[in-house]
């Protein structure tokens, strides 16, 4: 059975930082592609940051410089540091596990107060 529990999520004022933690078994770790979603109410589910089995790594347009996605494979788990947080950061945040199929993980509400 595959489960990917997050870690991490809280309330912060504008300019912290948090760090998401998402713990997997289950699945082979170091083969998927693992990422990090964000979904707000009445919204789409959209893509923070993802990482590569082989440690390449994306991010989205508006993160990119404050966010920063890394896995430890020996550890079976996917971080996610996030700094200068905004209230547009405010969200449920969702860890990823992709390969042959995509897992998702139970979400982790984030709040960034102005």
């Known amino acids: 059975q595959v489960q990917l529990v997050e870690s991490g999520g809280g309330l912060v004022q504008t300019g912290g930082s948090l760090r998401l933690s998402c713990t997997a078994s289950?699945?082979?770790?170091?083969?998927?592609?693992m990422g990090w979603y964000r979904q707000t109410p009445g919204s789409q589910r959209e893509l923070v940051a993802v990482?590569?089995?082989?440690?390449?790594?994306t991010y989205a347009a508006p993160v990119k410089g404050r966010f920063t996605i890394s896995r430890d494979n020996a550890k079976n788990t996917l971080y996610l540091q996030m700094n200068s947080l905004r209230p547009e950061d405010t969200a449920v945040y969702y860890c990823?596990?992709?390969?042959?199929?995509?897992?998702w993980g139970q979400g982790t509400q984030v709040t960034v107060s102005s």
């Open positions: 990823s596990a992709r390969r042959d199929a995509h897992y």
């Open positions: 289950g699945i082979d770790f170091s083969m998927h592609v």
């Open positions: 990482t590569t089995a082989n440690g390449r790594t």
